[in-house]
């Protein structure tokens, strides 16, 4: 049963601190997102790439916000420095161009900047 | 861009009862609508999808029905049991795999045995 991976599953940081989150896609997926969710604003897109190229990032905040796709098999985010305000539960989720198949969603990564 | 409105954000039901969350959108783009249900501490999980072509589609105690022309889509669940009790998402999006997904806010269902 294929599906996404997501590490760390949790993370509690300091602000200003620098923070990675990785995710593993489904392999043959061709698109993935990267979502966070919070109590107020719920699940929101930050951004999307297929065919590792980035298609959308007007979700982050650039000036801490990075996302990349080194590979087909790894995602990254990064956030640095790190705020208190960045504390949500990051999602990764994949799917396929072809076909009419769904998002799967990872497991999340919670983070936490104290 | 595409704006999703979910309501309720609260449902509360006696076991056995239905449950049913309405979500209006905004761009007429958008064509497929999937609903996934979410437990603490959980990935959001898919429980049922309808894409534009289709107005109606069952899934044992679980339905979705759409309405293009209003731009509505509802989840309708029959003889609601404990385990229903989670927070639903409906959502909106281009392409079910390729193109992101819009979300509502989620409406949370508590079953009342």
């Known amino acids: 049963d294929a599906r996404v991976t997501q590490t760390p599953r949790h993370k509690v940081t300091e602000m200003g601190q620098e923070v990675t989150m990785r995710c593993q896609p489904i392999?043959?997926?061709?698109?993935v997102f990267w979502y966070r969710q919070t109590m107020m604003q719920g699940l929101e897109l930050l951004a999307y790439f297929r065919n590792r190229a980035p298609l959308d990032d007007s979700g982050m905040p650039k000036d801490r916000f990075s996302a990349e796709m080194p590979d087909a098999t790894l995602a990254t985010l990064k956030i640095q420095p790190s705020e208190p305000r960045d504390s949500a539960v990051y999602f990764c989720?994949?799917?396929?161009?072809?076909?009419?198949?769904?998002?799967?969603f990872g497991p999340g990564t919670r983070l936490t900047v104290t | 861009g595409e704006n999703v409105e979910q309501h309720p954000s609260t449902l509360s039901v006696q076991e056995g009862d239905s449950a049913v969350i309405k979500c209006t959108y905004s761009d007429s783009a958008s064509n497929y609508f999937p609903w996934y249900k979410q437990e603490l501490g959980k990935r959001p999980q898919l429980i049922i999808d309808i894409r534009s072509n289709v107005g109606e589609k069952k899934d044992q105690r679980i339905a979705v029905t759409l309405n293009k022309t209003a731009k509505h889509f509802s989840l309708h669940i029959t003889e609601t049991q404990p385990e229903d009790s989670a927070v639903y998402f409906c959502a909106a999006s281009i392409h079910p795999g390729n193109t992101p997904l819009v979300f509502g806010k989620g409406t949370r269902l508590s079953v009342i045995a």
């Open positions: 392999l043959g997926h061709n698109t």
């Open positions: 989720a994949s799917g396929s161009w072809t076909g009419n198949d769904e998002q799967y």
